[in-house]
């Protein structure tokens, strides 16, 4: 195998690897949707009082918040190693994902609410 050939090689896997990330993003949102579709719906049901209009101005605060947390958090991101794997690196990743799908259930509860 010649050195060309290893480079389309790990390209190609580079290239897929991305298309996965992409497609399991699109998956999460799906599934954040749906879970807060299903919470939306339940808590019309159970408590028709308490979605009114600060109620969701709360959400909508609440998904801000989640965003700007997770990008200024990235912001202020120094401890970086080559292969990215070390704890305070998973830590920031799963801290980084966790304050977005927050974010957008939050943002998505809202606004289902709204439509409903």
């Keep these: 195998m010649t050195d060309k050939s290893r480079g389309e090689v790990s390209r190609c896997q580079k290239m897929k690897k991305v298309i996965r990330w992409y497609a399991k993003a699109a998956f999460s949102l799906l599934i954040i949707f749906a879970i807060a579709y299903i919470a939306a719906r339940f808590r019309i049901r159970m408590a028709p009082v308490l979605y009114g209009g600060r109620a969701r101005t709360v959400y909508s605060l609440i998904a801000l918040g ?5 990008g200024i958090g990235r912001i ?40 409903n």
């Design 66 to 70: 989640c965003f700007f947390v997770s």
């Design 76 to 115: 202020g991101w120094e401890i970086q190693t080559w292969n990215g794997n070390t704890p305070p690196e998973r830590l920031d990743k799963r801290l980084y994902l966790g304050a977005l799908c927050s974010g957008t259930f939050f943002l998505a509860f809202q606004l289902i609410l709204d439509i």
